[in-house]
């Protein structure tokens, strides 16, 4: 059983960070690849950046490129979302995503096999 366990999540305003952290746990030999979804109210979930777990090799999506960052700590099995200069725009629910295979290029949903519940970002204007 893999359990994703994410936090960090909370209030903040325009032009403002967070740093989200997502928890791996459970018996899996290897965390090919993980992503950062999100879903805001009244939206489809969409990709917003992934990692994968050997090489650390990222990718973001485009309304994200150039203020977050996703990182990871294979000793503490942990995935990281840095995410600076917010935008009201980026409100939403944020999800801890792991596909246990390498995917060069997440796009949707489809391409992972374990979520975590999801922490609530809210940017104020």
């Known amino acids: 059983q893999v359990q994703l366990v994410e936090s960090g999540g909370g209030l903040v305003q325009a032009g403002g960070s967070l740093r989200l952290s997502c928890a791996v746990s459970?018996?899996?030999?290897?965390?090919?690849?993980m992503a950062w979804f999100r879903q805001a109210p009244g939206k489809e979930r969409e990709f917003v950046a992934q990692?994968?777990?050997?090489?650390?090799?990222?990718r973001n999506a485009d309304p994200v490129k150039g203020r977050f960052t996703m990182s990871r700590d294979n000793a503490k099995n942990t995935v990281y979302l840095q995410m600076n200069s917010l935008k009201p725009e980026d409100t939403a629910v944020y999800y801890c995503?792991?596909?246990?295979?390498?995917?060069?290029?997440?796009?949707?949903?489809?391409?992972?096999?374990?979520w975590g519940k999801g922490t609530l970002v809210t940017v104020s204007s």
């Open positions: 459970g018996n899996i030999l290897y965390y090919y690849t």
């Open positions: 990692i994968s777990w050997g090489a650390g090799t990222t």
């Open positions: 995503a792991l596909a246990s295979r390498s995917v060069s290029m997440v796009v949707n949903g489809r391409d992972m096999d374990y």
